[in-house]
């Protein structure tokens, strides 16, 4: 690469979409750039989705040792963190190095460039010293980076976020976790579970507030009965150095004190970092606007978290499926963000899909909902320790099809895969009603939140 040049198209961002889009157009035979300033694969596989569902399948096996008095003899547990380390090192993020991914990359016909790249003009990349012309488009797939909150103090303080949390060799003896969304509750059982006495602060008035109320309220109780002290509608408004730890004042005068504070307070795209002004996009939107093809603007496509429709490694995928279609001007469906797919990989895990009750209600629909308590049905009852969850359905009366569901129980996550299709293909739920459901198992709970459903 000469420090000016060229490429049918340049890929910004090379997490989980933009990895698959620059390695599709360069398999059809596209001259591809792209581009990464960290690590190809994104935060998936290094500090997301991959690693820390290892520490949580460890953490869980941990709480189902500790369930077995009472049910299957006796038990004794004594957690380790060195092998979750070792094992998060070796077999998921190959020690935060990215070879193997430029590798495939570039068998693939493509060509990489380590560094921050930033658009200057339309079809014009800058990298360093470095100036790409994209002929047929640019693809912007630069994710989000953790959204840190402006309390005052937090600046000066060692915190960590998901990335230091995931790369931990060794583990403090207690923890304040600022944020209960999906990210926080996963991370704060998990240390918990090895022994970290941990606090979660949570400015809404329930964990998960993007979830139905009910889960947060379930979630809070499992927690409390786990240790976890959690703390809602409660605001940080200071933070500062307390000793080798840190204290965190919250609005009202209480001072919560830990070893480490870990910021999980959710995720933001920098657009003006990525220069997306110079093709005329409004660089202070929380994510980059796309139509139903991934258009961006005039040659330029977006897919992935920088998109807003949803930070899942999942829909990134889906994104990358239809822009690279769109780009090589195939036929494809255009983009249908109605039913989709959420798991937080808590215990109980929780699964999610389409709209919940409040957001049914707020766009207009005629809402009913029925729901069954896990512990109420036939499997959640003989599951017994262990079995806190639920199954609600959304459904729209006017039409008879179901709009949402949650399903929050053991394996909630995999029970949803019905009701994802339920949703996606709006299924009559005299259908889902009609159908056989096998006995006795998780999903058959679906049968009797649709019973509720009336």
């Not at 040049?5 to 599709?24: F, K, L």
């Not at 600046?155 to 999906?182: D, H, Q």
């Not at 009910?214 to 200071?238: C, T, W, Y």
């Not at 110079?278 to 005039?298: C, F, H, K, M, T």
Request: aromatic share 4%; charged share 20%; with cysteine.
């Amino acid at each position: 690469m000469t420090e000016n040049g060229s490429a049918d198209i340049v890929v910004v961002g090379m997490g989980p979409g933009g990895e698959d889009v620059a390695g599709s157009l360069a398999e059809a035979g596209l001259d591809v750039v792209g581009i990464e300033a960290k690590l190809v694969g994104g935060e998936c596989p290094y500090w997301g989705c991959v690693p820390s569902k290892m520490m949580i399948r460890a953490a869980n096996l941990l709480a189902e040792a500790r369930r077995i008095p009472g049910m299957s003899g006796e038990s004794t547990v004594h957690p380790a963190w060195a092998p979750v380390a070792q094992r998060i090192s070796e077999e998921a993020t190959t020690g935060w190095d990215d070879r193997v991914a430029v590798e495939r990359f570039e068998s693939k016909g493509g060509r990489f460039i380590r560094g921050k790249g930033r658009i200057t003009g339309p079809g014009r990349v800058e990298v360093g010293d470095r100036v790409l012309e994209a002929k047929r488009g640019i693809v912007l797939a630069t994710g989000t980076e953790p959204a840190i909150p402006p309390i005052p103090g937090l600046e000066a303080l060692p915190y960590w976020t998901n990335r230091e949390a995931i790369e931990a060799k060794e583990l403090p003896e207690s923890m304040i976790v600022l944020g209960g969304g999906a990210v926080g509750v996963e991370l704060a059982q998990s240390f918990a579970r090895f022994g970290v006495k941990t606090t979660v602060v949570e400015l809404a008035d329930h964990l998960l507030p993007a979830e139905e109320p009910e889960v947060g309220a379930i979630l809070g109780e499992v927690f409390a009965a786990e240790g976890i002290d959690v703390r809602v509608s409660a605001k940080a408004v200071n933070v500062s150095q307390d000793g080798p730890g840190c204290a965190v004042e919250l609005a009202g005068g209480e001072t919560l004190r830990a070893a480490q504070l870990l910021v999980a307070t959710g995720r933001r795209a920098d657009l003006a970092g990525i220069g997306v002004a110079a093709v005329g996009i409004d660089e202070s939107l929380p994510a980059v606007p796309v139509d139903q093809n991934l258009r961006a603007a005039e040659k330029v496509w977006a897919v992935g978290d920088v998109t807003g429709k949803g930070l899942f490694t999942h829909v990134s995928l889906y994104q990358s499926a239809i822009a690279t279609a769109d780009i090589l001007g195939k036929d494809h469906p255009p983009a249908d963000y109605r039913a989709v797919p959420r798991a937080t990989f808590a215990d109980p895990e929780i699964g999610s899909v389409g709209l919940s009750e409040a957001q049914a209600r707020e766009a207009g629909i005629a809402v009913r909902t029925g729901q069954t308590k896990v512990p109420h049905t036939a499997r959640g009852w003989m599951h017994k320790a262990g079995n806190e969850g639920l199954i609600k359905l959304v459904a729209d009366s006017a039409n008879d099809v179901l709009v949402g569901a949650t399903s929050m129980g053991p394996n909630g996550g995999e029970v949803l895969g019905l009701l994802t299709l339920a949703v996606h293909a709006s299924i009559p739920l005299e259908t889902l009603k009609g159908m056989i459901y096998a006995f006795p198992t998780f999903h058959g709970g679906v049968e009797d939140a649709l019973r509720d459903l009336g």
